[in-house]
């Protein structure tokens, strides 16, 4: 089992930036990517950033290409979000998502773990 803890939410005007972490403990060694998905109310849960840990390739949602982007600090069992330039639309409740799949997915269906969620609020 992996456990997942997100923090770092919270409430920013538009063009601030706010930092995302999730830090995973249990049998982490099985781990083979993690991601950050968002849900905004009413809307579905969208795939945000995920990084395939052993080399540390990325991919991004259009949506946040140049905005935003997803690290990690192997010797914390930590990723991280990175979140610049925000707006309003990026408003929702970001969670953290980790796969023992051997590639990186922003599907949903491809993720075992998953942390509790942690909010961003963006004003205009």
């Known amino acids: 089992q992996v456990q997942l803890v997100e923090s770092g939410g919270g409430s920013v005007q538009a063009g601030g930036s706010l930092r995302l972490s999730c830090a995973a403990s249990?049998?982490?060694?099985?781990?083979?990517?993690m991601a950050w998905f968002r849900q905004a109310p009413g809307k579905e849960r969208e795939g945000v950033a995920s990084?395939?840990?052993?080399?540390?390739?990325?991919v991004y949602t259009d949506s946040v290409k140049g905005r935003f982007t997803i690290s990690q600090e192997n010797a914390k069992n930590t990723v991280y979000l990175q979140m610049n330039s925000l707006k309003p639309e990026d408003t929702a409740t970001y969670y953290c998502?980790?796969?023992?799949?051997?590639?990186?997915?922003?599907?949903?269906?491809?993720?075992?773990?998953w942390g509790q969620g942690t909010q961003v609020t963006v004003s205009s």
């Open positions: 249990g049998y982490t060694d099985s781990v083979y990517s």
């Open positions: 990084i395939y840990t052993r080399s540390r390739a990325t």
């Open positions: 998502a980790a796969s023992s799949r051997q590639y990186f997915s922003l599907a949903m269906k491809d993720y075992n773990y």
